[in-house]
């Protein structure tokens, strides 16, 4: 941080990269005291003053580990950070967004995904001095995840995907695969079924096969064609992204009471609320957003019509003191806004046209970004 003064009071100006980027200068401002209000962490920090710098002992941690990177430490970490592409189609996915999402994150060490679909967020962040935790309730989809980790299930699935065109003939066998008890099949046979499946279908959604081209080609061949194999081709760059992070499969509000910390990021993408969008397979209910909600603020606008249990039972989540940060994405909807509102949580929109869409001109959407 610098200083700057102006009349009586000593007004600190921010060197952080996100409050550069997005809240600009004059962010803290004291009276002479040890305490001064940070607008991105919404509470009093404190600071130490040395010299003409003034350093935030809640960025201490952060600033430190970067200044030790001397310049070509950090031209090595720069060409090692590259921004992979998901694997897979995911209705509801960050890929165009991601860069938006990191861009709002603050300084933390543990990296945490809740919800972590086919993975846009972490594959597009920088990776160097953090640990990371993804989670999804899925079994079949971390199940892909964990073939794709795997040193050993990954040559046995790749053998699998290389020997698979773009066929609605296998296609319908991972189908069947996919909807058949899975005992008695390795790793790599389920994980390579769930990427056939998801990735042949249309729009990732496991319910057709893929819409074919008419009317243009990429890459000299049909376009489909053409984009499973570079899914295909992308696939060792995301194993090797892959042995850094650990892997969870498991309820999501069950997670973040295990990983929390003062030095953990939450990101939260969790299946948007049925009336905000339309559905998928692996949904969450009024009640499940409830208690989302409640275990990441202190307060929550429920409607006691609409919850599956008394109100009461959300004691124990209100009452629970989160010590990590979280960004929580989400559709505009009044549960969010009237919670969010009692929270005093920060909020962001971002809008995007809806890339789902087969219409020439495309709905633009809202989506919201939610931080404490």
Same mark, same amino acid.
């Given at each position: 941080?610098?200083?700057?003064?102006?009349?009586?009071?000593?007004?600190?100006?921010?060197?952080?990269?996100?409050?550069?980027?997005?809240?600009?200068?004059?962010?803290?401002?004291?009276?002479?005291?040890?305490?001064?209000?940070?607008?991105?962490?919404?509470?009093?920090?404190?600071?130490?003053?040395?010299?003409?710098?003034?350093?935030?002992?809640?960025?201490?941690?952060?600033?430190?580990?970067?200044?030790?990177?001397?310049?070509?430490?950090?031209?090595?970490?720069?060409?090692?950070?590259?921004?992979?592409?998901?694997?897979?189609?995911?209705?509801?996915?960050?890929?165009?967004?991601?860069?938006?999402?990191?861009?709002?994150?603050?300084?933390?060490?543990?990296?945490?995904?809740?919800?972590?679909?086919?993975?846009?967020?972490?594959?597009?962040?920088?990776?160097?001095?953090?640990?990371?935790?993804?989670?999804?309730?899925?079994?079949?989809?971390?199940?892909?995840?964990?073939?794709?980790?795997?040193?050993?299930?990954?040559?046995?699935?790749?053998?699998?995907?290389?020997?698979?065109? @773009?066929?609605?003939?296998?296609?319908?066998? *991972?189908?069947?695969?996919?909807? +058949? &008890?899975? #005992?008695?099949?390795? /790793?790599? =046979?389920?994980?390579?079924?769930?990427?056939?499946?998801?990735?042949?279908?249309?729009?990732?959604?496991?319910?057709?096969?893929?819409?074919?081209?008419?009317?243009?080609?990429?890459?000299?061949?049909?376009?489909?064609?053409?984009?499973?194999?570079?899914?295909?081709?992308?696939?060792?760059?995301?194993?090797?992204?892959?042995?850094?992070?650990?892997?969870?499969?498991?309820?999501?509000?069950?997670?973040?009471?295990?990983?929390?910390?003062?030095?953990?990021?939450?990101?939260?993408?969790?299946?948007?609320?049925?009336?905000?969008?339309?559905?998928?397979?692996?949904?969450?209910?009024?009640?499940?957003?409830?208690?989302?909600?409640?275990? @990441?603020?202190?307060?929550?606008?429920?409607? *006691?019509?609409?919850?599956?249990? +008394? &109100?009461? #039972?959300?004691?124990? /989540?209100? =009452?629970?003191?989160?010590?990590?940060?979280?960004?929580?994405?989400?559709?505009?909807?009044?549960?969010?806004?009237?919670?969010?509102?009692?929270?005093?949580?920060?909020?962001?929109?971002?809008?995007?046209?809806?890339?789902?869409?087969?219409?020439?001109?495309?709905?633009?959407?809202?989506?919201?970004?939610?931080?404490?």
């Amino acid at each position: 941080m610098g200083i700057e003064r102006t009349g009586y009071r000593l007004r600190l100006v921010c060197d952080a990269e996100y409050c550069r980027n997005h809240l600009g200068k004059g962010l803290l401002e004291v009276d002479g005291d040890s305490l001064s209000r940070c607008e991105w962490a919404a509470r009093d920090v404190g600071w130490r003053l040395g010299g003409d710098t003034v350093l935030c002992t809640d960025c201490n941690a952060a600033e430190t580990r970067r200044e030790r990177l001397s310049a070509n430490e950090q031209s090595d970490s720069a060409q090692k950070m590259t921004k992979l592409t998901q694997p897979g189609k995911w209705h509801g996915g960050k890929f165009h967004l991601a860069k938006r999402i990191i861009e709002l994150m603050p300084p933390h060490v543990h990296y945490v995904e809740t919800h972590f679909g086919m993975g846009s967020v972490l594959l597009q962040k920088d990776f160097e001095g953090v640990s990371e935790v993804v989670n999804d309730i899925d079994g079949r989809l971390t199940a892909f995840w964990k073939a794709l980790q795997s040193p050993t299930s990954f040559e046995a699935f790749c053998r699998l995907i290389d020997a698979t065109p @773009l066929s609605q003939i296998e296609w319908r066998q *991972a189908n069947t695969t996919m909807a +058949a &008890v899975t #005992t008695g099949k390795s /790793l790599a =046979e389920r994980g390579a079924a769930f990427f056939i499946n998801n990735r042949q279908s249309r729009q990732g959604l496991g319910k057709d096969f893929a819409t074919l081209s008419r009317n243009r080609t990429r890459r000299g061949m049909n376009e489909q064609v053409s984009s499973w194999l570079t899914a295909i081709e992308g696939l060792p760059e995301i194993h090797e992204r892959l042995k850094r992070v650990v892997i969870l499969n498991d309820d999501a509000l069950k997670v973040i009471r295990q990983q929390d910390g003062p030095n953990t990021l939450f990101y939260c993408d969790p299946p948007y609320l049925a009336e905000t969008r339309s559905s998928g397979e692996y949904e969450m209910t009024y009640s499940d957003h409830v208690r989302l909600l409640a275990l @990441l603020g202190r307060s929550v606008a429920v409607d *006691a019509s609409r919850f599956d249990d +008394a &109100v009461e #039972t959300l004691g124990p /989540l209100l =009452e629970w003191q989160r010590k990590g940060k979280f960004l929580l994405s989400g559709y505009p909807s009044s549960l969010y806004y009237e919670t969010a509102g009692m929270n005093t949580w920060h909020r962001v929109d971002i809008q995007i046209d809806n890339k789902a869409s087969s219409a020439k001109t495309k709905e633009i959407k809202t989506v919201c970004m939610w931080a404490n």
